[in-house]
């Protein structure tokens, strides 16, 4: 069995049933770094298998644990790796890769495949498929749709762990601006198009 297939086996058995990063969520990104590793002459092998685990742990948004997932999903990538037929120089890349690509974590990964990793994520977080991901994270999460008097952000701080309308503004509409590579830029800008076509539409009905 190909090691990046051995790798989705694991992986699918692992993960657990958390609507935002769930198996799905996972092959999704997997699709979109396919698509980045093709136009930036990328090591699919790297950057698939960084994908494959970036969140192999990963802490519900409500958890205070949760700014930690991506380095205890690094850590945990390096175990997993070391069984399976990978050099020390490639666990490295592919770890630090998964430590480095969240959006809380602030950073901007040093490598290409870092790079192509977080930009791949960063795409299933806009556009159709993010709108889908936000409500459904909200609804899990049990919180209000948006703030009482203020939905858009207008006058106060966006806080999206009191309202999941505030996350479009905290974080969603950034994204393409944070984009690493040519090809994640171009589809950042459509998918950041439907956001705001979704919040103007949203706005003539409140």
């Not at 058995?13 to 969520?25: G, V």
């Not at 556009?127 to 459904?136: L, M, P, Q």
Request: charged content about 30%; aromatic content about 6%; hydrophobic content about 35%.
């Amino acid at each position: 069995m190909h090691v990046i297939e051995l790798l989705q086996l694991i992986v699918k058995q692992r993960m657990k049933n958390d609507p935002a990063h769930d198996f799905n969520h996972t092959m999704r990104v997997y699709k979109n770094a396919k698509k980045l590793c093709k136009k930036e002459n990328a090591n699919e092998k790297l950057v698939l298998s960084a994908v494959l685990l970036h969140d192999i742990i990963s802490y519900p948004k409500s958890d205070k644990r949760s700014y930690l997932s991506s380095q205890k999903s690094s850590e945990e990538s390096k175990k997993i790796l070391k069984k399976l037929d990978f050099t020390s120089e490639e666990i490295q890349i592919i770890s630090d890769a998964i430590r480095d690509h969240s959006f809380s974590s602030g950073k901007t990964p040093n490598t290409l495949e870092g790079k192509i990793l977080q930009d791949a994520d960063r795409l299933d977080a806009i556009g159709a498929i993010g709108i889908s991901r936000v409500f459904t994270v909200g609804g899990f999460e049990k919180r209000p749709l948006h703030h009482p008097e203020d939905p858009f952000c207008k006058k106060h701080v966006p806080n999206d762990k009191l309202w999941t309308l505030d996350h479009f503004y905290k974080k969603l509409l950034k994204l393409e601006s944070l984009m690493n590579t040519k090809t994640a830029k171009i589809e950042a800008k459509k998918r950041t198009k439907i956001l705001k076509i979704f919040l103007s539409e949203l706005k003539n009905e409140l």
